[in-house]
C-alpha cells in the first residue's frame, strides 16, 4: 500500500516530505499514476498538490502572466488572458489527450514530466518562459530551457517543487501557433509538433520569429540561428521552406511506436508550411497583397 | 484512512486504503458498478465521473483525493424513475448497444452541456472525444446529445 | 397497439434504459460476496518447453487460496472447436508470449500480483517461427507435433479452388493487374475486457456467467477439457459488453472453471486487464493476399488468389476464417476461370480467429482494390466495370458460389451511381484547398450468413404465456450489444401482437434456454429469429384455441390477438390473457421451435476440408460502399470527409437497429484501413500493449454515415431479412485505399493506410504553396 497525503499548503507540504522524503509529488496524477501502473515509476508515498490553493491561480502582474503550477489544462483554455495573449499555448492545451484529461492534468505536470511529446512545451520555449520553482530553503527561478534537461529529466532538486510559471505577454501584434501531428484527431500523443512566434512588420517583413519543435529529439529543439536568419527578409511559402528543410537537418529523431525517424523529419519540414495556410485563413498574407 | 465525500448526494463515510483507485471504491465496495473500466490508464473515458460537477477518470484518482469532493456517477443522474434528458436521448436515439460506454458517454456528455448548453455536432464530437465506443461509431450518441441539448434548452 | 412492435418501426432497444442508468449487470460487474480473485502468469517465451514450474513461494503469499498448474487438470486440458488444440494452462510447452502457465487465485488483487510475480517458471528455449510463409518450410520449428505430415508441419489447414482453365484464361485477357496486399492484425478491442465469476454450487454444479459469444459451445468445450459431465456445468451468458468475434469461444471461461473447482467452494473473479487482454484474445488474421486479375473487352476474365493467414499460437476458429475467405475471394463477380489457394499457418505469434467479416473482410480488401486497379488500366470506369460483372439471382461468382437466393448487389451499385458522390467526384476532387489532395473510392462486396453446408445451423426458440398474461422470451443467443435481444421483442411482438413491455427476456443460461448456436456469421436474428417467430405462431395459436375453450361456442376466426387480451370481434368481448393462461397448464403455456438454416448442397470445386469448415453459404448479404476523403500533403493525415454505405440486407425488421450496424461496422472497418495495427515485435512481444499505442477511431476522427438499404426480400429469413452485421466492415478498407490510391497517385499495399505507411509515398509528393 501506498501513501496519499493531500497538504493544505506549504508549511504541510514540506513537513510531510520531510517525514517522507522519498514521497514524490503529484499534480494531476494522469502521467504518474499511469506510469506507475505501468512499473515504470515507483513511489512508496505520493504528496498531492492539488489543495494547496496558491499553486491553482493564474495572474497578472508586470507585464507578465503568471500561471500556478496546478492550473489545469482546461483552465489554461478558461482563462481570458492566456486566449488573448498566448493562443499558441492556448491552442496546445486545447490539444492535449481529451476533456477529462484537461480537466485533470496540469501545466506544472506537464512541464515535470519533461516529455519531448509534452504538448504545452514548444510554444513556451518559443515564449521564453522561466520558472519558480519551490524548495523548503526558499524559490529560484530557471528558464524552461534549462529546467529540461532530457527525456524525463529535469533540474528539479531533491523535496522541490514547480510553482509557477512567468510568461513576459509578447508584444502587441505578435502571433503564436501550435501545430500538432498525431496518430489520430484526439488522444494522441504528438509524433511531431511545432509552435511559432511571429512578429510581421506592415510589409510582412519578419521582425520577430522563433520556432520550436516537440517530438523530434530529446529536448524541444528551438535553433535560435536559424531564426535570426529569418528577422528582416518577407515572410513567404518559401521562407517557411527553406526553415523547414534547414530545421530537418539539424534534427536526429529517434523512431518509436508512433512514428518513424524519417516521418518525424517530413514533419519538421513541412511543419512550418502550416503557418502560410493560418496566415492566409486569417487573411494576412491575402490582405497585404 | 477514513474519508467522507459526497457519493450521488449522498454523504459517505469510507474506511479504505488512501491509494486505492475511485474506480474500484465505487464498484468493489460502494457496488456501483455503472462505472466502467475499460483501459485502467485513461485512454477510454469509460470510467468517467464527475467530481465537483467536472469530469474526470476515475481509474487515474485515489481514494484520498476524494475527500470533501462531491462525486456524481451514473447512478446518481436520474432522479428516481425519472431518466436525466440525456439517460433518455441515448435509449430514444439508438446511441446504446452494448452499453458498455455509454455510463462514461453520458457523464462527459453531462460536462459538456453545463459548459455549452448549446453544443454543435463538432463541438459534441470534440467534447467525446476521450471515450471510446467499439459498437456505434458514435454518430446516435451525437445525435442524442444534440436532442438532449435541446431539451434541456426548451426545459430552462 | 401503438405499432411499436410493428415489424418495421424504429423500436428503441428494451436494454436501453437499465443500461443508460449504469445498472445493466454484464459478467464485469459481478462481485460475489466472498469471493477470490484469478490471475494467469503468462509466459514470457514465445516458444519453449517447460522444464519446472515454481509455485512454492507464490502459495506462501499473504492471501493467497491456491496456485494450480496444468497438473490440477482431470480432463483433456485443450479447448478450441473444430480443433481442440489449446491448453487452459501450457502443460509441456508455451507457444507464444502470453500462453497461460499457472493460475492464482487470491483475497484481493494485490495479494494477487504479488503472487504472480513469485512464480517462477524454468523453460528450455526453443526456436520459434514468427512469419507464416517461414512457417510453412520444411526446416521450421513445429509448433504442434503430430499433425498429419501430409499437411506441411504448421499448416493447420489449406485449400485449392479451381475453376475453368487458368493458364490458358491469363494469356486471353486483354488487361491484367496484379498485386500483393498486406492486411494487418486487427484488435476487437471491445470495451469491456474478458470477464466472468464462478463458483461451484452445492449440488457440484459448475456454474459461470461469462461475457461469452457462444454459452453452449461453452459448455462443450469446458467438459471436455475439465473432464466434466456437459450437464454439470451451466454457463449463462449476460449482455455483452462488445464481442465482434473476439468473445466467439473460451477466453476465460477454462480458467474460471479450473479456478471454481479448486476454491473450496468459494465463487471466483477474473477481469483481464487491458493489457492482458490484448495478449490473450484472438485477433483479425493478419494476411498476405496475392492476387492477378484479368478481363477481356471489359469482362473479367481470369482471377488467380493466394491467401496466407497467420493463425498464432493456436487454431482458435482459424479453418472456418479461411473457408470463409476463399469462399469471397472473387467478390461480387462472375469470373470463368479461377485459382484460389489458401493457407491458414501456425507461428508463435498471439492467436488469430473470429472477428467480425471473418476471412471475408481481408480477400474483399484485396480484391477489391484490384478490381479498381483493373479498371485504371483498362481505361474503364470503375462503378460501370463492377457492375457489367456483377452477379445477379441464378448466377455463379468466380468462387462457384451459386447466387440460388436474394442477390442485391447491382440495386446497390446502381444507387451509388446515381448518388451526388459519384455523380460529381471530379469536381469535387478538383476543388482540394491548398496542401490538400482528395479522393473517391468505391467497393462492393458481400458476405454469407451463418455457418456453411456441414455444421448445422440450428436455433431453439422458447417462449412462454406468464401466469400474469406476460410472455418470457428464452433467448439462446447471446446479445452482445447488437441488439438481438431487441429484436426478439421486436419479431414476438409483431407475431404476438403485443407491446414491447409485455416481454421479458431471459438470456442465455445453459440450464433454462436451449441451445441455438454462436452470436455470430450474421446469424444471429436469422436463425434464431426464424425458430423464434416459429414458436410465437404456435403459442398464438394455442393461446387462441384456449379462448375458444373459455367463451364456449365462438369460433377462432373470429378471435384477435391484440395487446394483453384476445377480442371476440363479433361481440366486442374482451377475454385478458391472464385468465386464458390460468386456464392453461404449464406445460401448455411454452411453445418451442427449432429451425435450421438452409444449406447448400450443390458439389463445388474446394477440398473436403475446405467444405467442412464451412464453405460455401446459401444466403448473402451485399454491399456498395463510397468514401470521399482528404489527405493533407504536409503531414500524409487523412481526413474522411464522407462516407456511403449502400447495403442489401434484405427486409429492414427495424431502420434504427440497422443504422447502429451499419454506421458503427464502418466506423471498425475505418479503424482497419486507417489506424488499427496491431503490432508483434519479430520475437512474439506485442508491441501496442494498450489503448495507447493500438490506435482506434474516436468520436473526432469520423464523420457521419449516410447509410442507403436497398431492400431484397430474403423468402427464408424471418419478415425477409437477412444478417448486416458483418457485410458492412468488409468495405471501409478497399473503399478506403481507393480513394487514397486516387488522390496520392499511387497504391500502398501495406495496410493500415496510417501515417507511417503512407510516409513512403509522401516524400515524392511535391508541395505547392497557396496563394
Ligand atoms: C489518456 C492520456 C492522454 C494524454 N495525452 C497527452 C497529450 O496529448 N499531450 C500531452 O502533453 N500529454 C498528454 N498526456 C500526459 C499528461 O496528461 C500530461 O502531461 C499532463 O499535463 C500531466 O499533468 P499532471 O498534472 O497529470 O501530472 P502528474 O501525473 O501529476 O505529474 C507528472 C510528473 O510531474 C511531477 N510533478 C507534477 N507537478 C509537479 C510540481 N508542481 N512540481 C514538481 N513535480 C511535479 C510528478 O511527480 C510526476 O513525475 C496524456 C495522459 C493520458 C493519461
Ligand atoms: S478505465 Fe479510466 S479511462 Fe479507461
Ligand atoms: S455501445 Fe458498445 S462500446 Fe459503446
Redesign the pocket.
Known amino acids: 500500500m501506498k501513501n496519499v497525503i493531500l497538504p493544505n499548503n506549504r508549511e504541510e507540504l514540506w513537513k510531510t516530505w520531510e517525514t517522507f522524503p522519498e514521497a ?12 506507475l501502473r505501468e512499473n515504470k ?1 515507483k513511489a512508496r508515498t505520493i504528496i498531492g ?1 492539488e489543495k494547496i490553493r496558491e ?1 491553482c491561480q493564474v495572474s497578472l502582474q508586470d507585464g507578465e502572466i503568471l500561471i500556478g ?2 492550473v ?2 482546461q483552465q489554461l483554455l478558461d482563462t481570458p488572458a492566456v486566449a488573448a495573449h498566448l493562443p499558441g499555448l492556448h491552442g ?1 492545451a486545447a ?4 476533456p477529462a ?1 484537461r480537466h ?12 519531448p ?5 514548444p510554444p513556451l520555449y518559443t515564449l521564453g518562459a522561466r520558472l519558480e ?1 519551490l524548495n523548503p530553503a526558499g524559490s529560484r527561478v530557471v528558464p524552461l530551457h534549462e529546467f529540461i534537461l532530457g527525456p524525463g529529466r ?1 533540474a ?1 532538486h531533491q523535496r ?4 509557477r510559471v512567468r510568461i513576459r505577454i509578447p508584444a502587441p501584434g505578435t502571433r503564436s501557433y501550435y501545430f ?1 501531428v ?1 496518430q489520430r484527431k484526439a ?4 509524433i511531431a509538433s511545432m509552435a511559432a512566434l511571429l512578429q510581421l512588420a506592415p510589409d510582412r517583413s519578419v521582425m520577430e520569429a522563433r520556432f520550436a519543435w516537440g517530438s523530434v529529439g530529446p529536448t524541444v529543439m528551438r535553433f535560435p540561428e536559424l531564426e535570426k536568419t529569418l528577422t528582416g527578409r518577407t515572410f513567404s511559402p518559401d521562407l517557411l521552406n527553406e526553415l523547414g528543410k534547414a530545421a530537418a537537418a539539424r534534427v536526429a529523431p529517434i523512431s518509436d511506436i508512433r512514428g518513424h525517424a524519417n516521418y518525424r523529419r517530413i514533419l519538421v519540414a513541412n511543419l512550418p508550411l502550416r503557418l502560410s495556410a493560418a496566415l492566409a485563413q486569417e487573411g494576412v498574407t491575402k490582405r497585404d497583397e | 484512512m477514513k474519508i467522507t465525500f459526497y457519493l450521488n448526494n449522498v454523504k459517505q463515510e469510507i474506511e479504505t486504503q488512501p491509494d486505492r483507485r475511485v474506480v474500484d471504491i465505487l464498484r468493489e465496495d460502494l457496488g456501483l458498478t455503472g462505472t466502467k473500466e475499460g483501459c485502467g ?3 477510454c473515458g469509460a470510467c468517467t465521473i464527475l467530481a465537483d460537477g467536472v469530469s474526470k ?1 476515475s481509474c ?1 484518482m485515489l481514494a484520498a483525493q476524494l475527500e470533501n469532493r462531491r462525486i456524481l456517477t451514473i447512478e446518481g443522474l436520474a432522479s428516481g424513475e425519472e431518466l436525466h434528458p440525456l439517460q433518455k436521448a441515448f435509449v430514444e436515439k439508438g446511441a446504446i448497444q452494448c452499453g458498455f460506454c455509454t455510463p462514461g458517454m453520458i457523464m462527459a456528455a453531462a460536462d459538456l452541456l453545463q459548459r455549452n448548453p448549446a453544443p454543435d455536432r463538432k463541438d459534441i464530437r470534440t467534447a467525446l472525444s ?1 471515450n471510446l465506443c467499439r459498437c456505434t461509431g458514435y454518430q446516435k450518441i451525437i445525435d442524442a446529445v444534440e436532442s438532449a441539448a435541446e431539451t434541456m434548452r426548451n426545459k430552462a | 397497439m401503438n405499432g411499436l412492435t410493428s415489424i418495421g418501426a424504429p423500436l428503441t432497444r428494451v436494454d436501453g434504459p437499465a443500461k443508460a442508468r449504469g445498472l445493466e449487470k454484464y459478467a464485469a460487474d459481478h462481485y460475489p460476496p466472498g469471493l477470490l480473485w484469478a490471475g494467469v502468469k503468462r509466459s514470457d517465451h514465445a516458444h519453449a518447453m517447460i522444464k519446472k514450474i515454481d509455485i512454492f513461494s507464490a502459495g506462501t503469499v499473504p492471501g493467497v487460496a491456491a496456485v494450480l498448474t496444468s497438473k490440477n487438470i482431470k480432463g483433456s486440458n485443450r479447448v478450441g472447436l473444430p480443433e481442440m488444440d489449446q491448453p487452459i494452462l501450457a502443460d509441456d510447452k508455451v507457444r507464444f508470449r502470453g500462453d497461460p502457465v499457472a493460475l492464482v487465485l487470491a483475497e484481493d488483487k494485490s495479494a494477487l500480483a504479488l503472487a504472480l510475480e513469485q512464480i517462477s517458471v524454468e523453460y528450455q528455449v526453443l526456436n520459434a517461427v514468427f512469419d507464416p510463409e517461414q512457417a510453412m518450410e520444411q526446416d521450421a520449428p513445429v509448433l504442434h507435433e503430430n499433425r498429419g505430415a501430409d499437411k506441411g508441419k504448421n499448416i493447420l489447414i489449406s485449400g485449392t479452388l479451381k475453376r475453368g482453365n487458368i493458364t490458358e484464361a491469363l494469356e486471353q485477357c486483354d488487361a491484367l493487374v496484379e498485386g500483393e496486399f498486406h492486411l494487418p492484425r486487427q484488435e476487437h478491442a471491445y470495451l469491456e475486457t474478458e470477464a466472468g465469476v464462478a463458483r461451484l454450487t452445492g449440488d457440484n454444479i459448475l456454474e459461470i456467467t461469462v461475457s461469452t459469444q457462444t454459452p453452449y459451445r461453452d459448455r462443450t468445450e469446458l467438459a471436455h477439457a475439465l473432464g466434466l459431465p456437459a450437464d454439470k456445468i451451466r454457463v449463462i451468458a449476460p449482455y455483452l459488453g462488445g464481442g465482434f468475434g473476439g468473445k466467439d469461444g473460451i477466453t476465460v471461461q477454462g480458467l474460471l472453471g479450473l479456478a471454481a473447482l479448486h476454491s473450496g467452494g468459494r465463487p471466483v473473479k477474473m477481469w483481464t486487464t487491458r493489457e492482458e487482454s490484448f495478449i490473450c484474445s484472438p485477433k483479425r488474421h493478419p494476411a498476405r493476399i496475392r492476387y492477378r486479375l484479368g478481363c477481356k473487352n471489359g469482362t473479367l476474365h481470369a482471377m488467380t488468389c493466394r491467401i496466407i493467414m497467420d493463425t498464432g499460437a493456436y487454431a482458435s476458429l482459424g479453418g472456418p476464417v479461411l473457408a470463409m475467405a476463399m469462399e469471397h475471394a472473387a467478390g461480387v463477380y462472375r469470373i470463368p476461370h479461377v485459382l484460389v489457394e489458401g493457407y491458414s499457418v501456425y507461428t508463435n505469434n498471439p492467436v488469430s480467429g473470429a472477428f467480425r467479416g471473418f476471412g471475408a473482410c481481408q480477400v474483399l480488401a484485396g480484391l477489391e482494390q484490384t478490381v479498381d486497379m483493373l479498371a485504371v488500366k483498362g481505361g474503364l470506369d470503375a462503378l460501370e466495370f463492377r457492375l457489367k460483372n456483377a452477379v445477379n439471382r441464378g448466377d455463379t461468382t468466380g468462387c462457384g458460389v451459386h447466387m440460388s437466393n436474394s442477390t442485391g448487389i447491382i440495386p446497390c451499385l446502381k444507387t451509388v451511381q446515381q448518388h451526388p458522390f459519384w455523380v460529381n467526384r471530379d469536381k469535387w476532387v478538383s476543388e482540394a484547398p491548398a496542401f490538400k489532395r482528395r479522393g473517391v473510392g468505391i467497393a462492393a462486396g458481400m458476405q454469407g450468413t451463418g455457418y456453411g453446408p456441414v455444421v448445422p445451423d440450428i436455433a431453439n426458440a422458447k417462449i412462454k404465456l406468464l401466469p400474469e398474461g406476460r410472455f418470457r422470451i428464452y433467448s439462446g443467443v447471446s446479445d452482445m450489444g447488437q441488439g438481438n435481444n431487441s429484436t426478439n421483442v421486436h419479431i414476438a411482438g409483431e407475431v404476438l401482437c403485443q407491446e414491447p413491455d409485455a416481454f421479458e427476456l431471459l438470456q442465455p443460461d445453459t440450464f433454462r434456454t436451449l441451445p441455438s448456436g454462436s452470436s455470430s456469421a450474421s446469424r444471429t436474428t436469422f436463425t434464431f429469429g426464424n425458430a423464434l417467430k416459429e414458436a410465437c405462431i404456435l403459442l398464438k395459436e394455442r393461446i387462441l384455441a384456449r379462448a375458444c375453450n373459455l367463451a364456449l361456442g365462438v369460433y377462432k376466426e373470429d378471435l384477435l390477438l391484440i395487446p394483453g387480451k384476445v377480442l371476440h370481434l363479433p361481440t366486442g368481448r374482451e377475454i385478458p390473457l391472464a385468465l386464458i393462461a390460468s386456464a392453461m397448464a404449464e406445460d401448455e403455456r411454452v411453445c418451442v421451435s427449432t429451425w435450421t438454416a438452409p444449406v447448400a448442397r450443390y458439389p463445388d470445386s474446394v477440398n473436403p476440408e475446405i467444405r467442412a469448415a464451412g464453405f460455401p453459404h446459401r444466403v448473402f448479404s451485399f454491399a456498395c460502399h463510397l468514401v470521399r476523403l482528404e489527405i493533407d500533403e504536409l503531414t500524409g493525415e487523412i481526413a474522411v470527409c464522407d462516407y456511403l454505405a449502400c447495403t442489401d440486407g434484405g427486409r429492414v425488421l427495424n431502420p434504427q437497429a440497422y443504422e447502429q450496424q451499419i454506421q458503427g461496422g464502418v466506423v471498425q472497418g475505418m479503424g482497419y484501413a486507417l489506424w488499427e495495427d496491431f503490432k508483434v515485435a519479430e520475437g512474439g512481444e506485442t508491441l501496442t500493449r494498450n489503448l ?1 499505442t493500438y490506435i482506434l477511431p474516436t468520436a473526432a476522427d469520423v464523420p457521419n454515415i449516410i447509410s442507403l438499404p436497398v431492400e431484397t426480400e430474403e423468402e427464408t429469413g424471418p419478415f425477409g431479412m437477412k444478417g448486416i452485421g458483418e457485410i458492412v466492415i468488409n468495405l471501409p478498407f478497399p473503399a478506403i485505399a481507393n480513394a487514397v490510391a486516387m488522390g496520392l497517385g499511387r497504391r500502398i499495399f501495406q495496410g493500415p493506410l496510417n501515417l507511417e505507411h503512407l510516409q513512403e509515398a509522401l516524400q515524392g509528393s511535391e508541395k505547392e504553396a497557396p496563394q
Open positions: 514524490v509529488p503529484m499534480a494531476g496524477g494522469t502521467d504518474l499514476l499511469v506510469g515509476r498538490l499553486l503550477a496546478m489545469t489544462h496546445a490539444v492535449v489527450g481529451s484529461v485533470m492534468g496540469t501545466i506544472g505536470g506537464n512541464i515535470c514530466s519533461a516529455s511529446a509534452g504538448d504545452t512545451l520553482l529535469t528539479l522541490e517543487i514547480l510553482s500538432k498525431g488522444l494522441a500523443i504528438s | 490508464s485513461g485512454e477518470l487515474l476521450g | 495507447a
